[in-house]
């Protein structure tokens, strides 16, 4: 049984997760990138926070959550493990 804090810090995580998804998809909208690509790079975080959720030491995750990862580090990380996925 899952407890009740576990259950908060789930929905909590799975809400910042959320919004960061939909402020990536509004910042390449409002440039102009085309849906392909935008679907393409959400897939990616996808598999980021896939990874993040397993917490594998073995992926030398950035430390914190991916939302607040800086763009350097987050890049960095996509470009390690994108043959991987």
Known sequence: MVSMKKDSEFRRGANHGAQWFQDVVCAMAQGGTQPDAIAE???T????????????AI???PPGNPWEW???DL??????RRDQW
């Open 59 to 61: 992926n030398n995750l």
């Open 70 to 72: 800086r763009s350097e």
């Open 41 to 43: 790079r959400l897939s």
């Open 75 to 80: 890049e960095s990380y996509i470009a390690r």
């Open 45 to 56: 975080l996808g598999q980021v926070l896939l990874d993040w959720r397993e917490d594998q």
